[in-house]
């Protein structure tokens, strides 16, 4: 599995390479601002990253989806399954790498805020307080109270969601690719059963949520939504390794 996962690694490490330079060049502006007290090269930099973050993290996230769906197409690359590995240990390196590949890019983006955060504060003589201050701001703009609970629950949330959808993505492409294997209709229908999947998923979580009393805490409703979350991410992995082990394996 090692092998495989340095081989999706590298494969779709050069996107990564383009955002980590755009970020450095927003970064470098912002703090080139800071320093000569420009304010429109501060806010504009900003701006840019925020812009940047949205955009990134959509395509990131199906990025890994694109490359299976290549990979299925062209018939080109180990997801011919014609290697000496199961297809749970093919699909599996996929997802580690698709989810360090979503890590990675959330660390560069949070790499370059702190360093924009902390060229401003140390303009202002106020690095010593960085934390306090984000903490303070955080609950004024967004009523957000930043506590190691419900920041480490927020994080699980984040890549258990992340792998969700990609284990739809994958159902949907490998489900689609052994009925029509190159024809045209392949990746739209694809796309409409990934949507499909995903609306189903949201559904069960919420009925999940509702047959918690409502009395309940915060955090019992939080864990109920993330364990049914998690067990139908699980449950479409399966029958995506199933479905590839049988019907795509040669």
Same mark, same amino acid.
């Given at each position: 599995? $090692? ?23 927003? %970064? ?39 490359? !299976? ?8 690359? /180990? ?6 590995? +199961?297809a749970y240990t093919i699909l599996g390196a996929k997802i580690l790498a698709a989810v360090c590949q979503i890590l990675l890019t959330a660390a560069l983006f949070v790499g370059a805020f702190f360093l924009c955060f902390s060229a401003y504060l140390a303009a202002n003589s106020s690095f010593g307080q960085f ?11 967004v009523e957000i109270d930043i506590t190691w609970d419900w920041t480490l629950l927020g994080i699980g949330q984040l890549i258990i969601s992340w792998i969700g959808?990609?284990?739809? $993505?994958? %159902? ?15 990746? +739209? !229908? ?13 559904? !069960?979580?919420? !009925?999940?949520?509702?047959?918690? +009393? ?5 955090? =019992? /409703?939080?864990?109920?939504?993330? $364990?049914?979350? =998690? ?9 995506? $390794? ?9």
């Amino acid at each position: 599995m $090692g092998k495989i996962f340095k081989y999706e690694w590298k494969k779709q490490m050069f996107s990564k390479y383009v955002i980590g330079g755009i970020l450095l060049v927003l %970064t470098l502006i912002f703090m080139l601002g800071t320093m000569l007290e420009r304010e429109e090269w501060q806010a504009t930099s900003l701006v840019l990253l925020v812009v940047a973050g949205a955009f990134t993290s959509m395509y990131i996230g199906v990025e890994c989806l694109l490359v !299976l769906n290549r990979d299925l197409r062209t018939k080109e690359s /180990h997801m011919l399954f014609m290697i000496p590995y +199961p297809a749970y240990t093919i699909l599996g390196a996929k997802i580690l790498a698709a989810v360090c590949q979503i890590l990675l890019t959330a660390a560069l983006f949070v790499g370059a805020f702190f360093l924009c955060f902390s060229a401003y504060l140390a303009a202002n003589s106020s690095f010593g307080q960085f934390f306090e201050i984000l903490k303070r701001l955080l609950n004024e703009w967004v009523e957000i109270d930043i506590t190691w609970d419900w920041t480490l629950l927020g994080i699980g949330q984040l890549i258990i969601s992340w792998i969700g959808m990609i284990a739809a $993505g994958f %159902t949907a492409i490998i489900a689609v690719r052994t009925v029509f294997v190159q024809s045209k209709l392949a990746t +739209p !229908l694809a796309i409409v059963l990934f949507f499909v999947l995903n609306w189903g998923m949201v559904k !069960l979580v919420d !009925l999940a949520d509702r047959m918690i +009393p409502v009395t309940a805490s915060d955090f =019992a /409703h939080f864990w109920a939504q993330l $364990g049914v979350l =998690a067990v139908l991410a699980v449950m479409l992995l399966i029958l995506s $390794g199933w479905m590839a082990e049988k019907k795509l394996s040669v």
